[in-house]
């Protein structure tokens, strides 16, 4: 999409936020549930250039505005994190973990495991049924390891902008 200027805003290019826009993320970062007439009252623009720079960022993939929750204290009993090694084609791999309902983070990372991800679960045989019929069956998944939550003690999304 255009930006000022003729320039083409790239979505994982930091340089085409401008300093309004990275203001209302700042700002939705503290609290997703600022009103428009107030988000346009910090930043020093119209209610309704704010509505559309707002849509474009949740558009662009920049921003999601969702209610955050600690599973564990909404009746899901199990959260892990599971470390995978994989054996060729590591995006493969990836994608048939995403498409695992109960997968909610999936990372390729470096080091002792090709791939983390987040799963959030009803109980201990829902974790063990996952990783026994699911997870393991998944072609180019060599081996796991499992990091099980005993409880929540940070989680934050207000890293601000760069």
Request: aromatic share 6%.
């Amino acid at each position: 999409m255009p930006g000022r200027g003729g320039r083409s805003r790239r979505r994982n290019d930091p340089a085409s936020l401008d300093d309004a826009d990275k203001a209302l993320i700042e700002l939705l970062q503290r609290d997703g549930r600022l009103p428009y007439t107030r988000l346009a009252q910090e930043v020093g623009l119209s209610e309704a250039a704010v509505r559309q720079r707002v849509q474009r960022l949740v558009d662009g993939s920049v921003v999601q505005i969702v209610g955050v929750t600690d599973p564990l204290r909404l009746g899901f009993r199990r959260q892990a994190m599971v470390g995978v090694r994989t054996e060729g084609d590591i995006t493969a791999a990836a994608d048939a973990l995403s498409a695992i309902p109960e997968v909610d983070y999936l990372v390729f990372t470096s080091g002792r495991f090709d791939l983390l991800f987040e799963m959030v679960c009803e109980d201990d045989e829902h974790l063990l049924a996952l990783l026994n019929d699911k997870v393991r069956r998944i072609p180019g998944v060599h081996s796991t390891e499992t990091f099980v939550y005993l409880r929540l003690h940070k989680q934050t999304y207000a890293w601000g902008t760069r």
